[in-house]
């Protein structure tokens, strides 16, 4: 019984390497954003918070839909 094998090497590809760039920055940026929002939504008291609208429960649903949309 014959047996053959085909193995190649893949080279570095600069594109992947940018999109992986591209990608792991947005992330980052995405995340930057929804601790920003959440340590400013956390500074408010009580009665500014009930003047947006918002409980303190609501805190990190808010911060994520501001940094990552719906």
Known sequence: MAHASDI???GFDFG???ALRETLATRFANYRTYRA???EL???SDRELADLG???ANLRAVAYE???GK
């Open 54 to 56: 918002l409980a303190r």
């Open 37 to 39: 929002t959440m340590n």
């Open 16 to 18: 992947r390497f940018a």
């Open 8 to 10: 190649r090497v893949a």
């Open 42 to 44: 956390a500074d408010l």
């Open 66 to 68: 501001a940094a990552y």
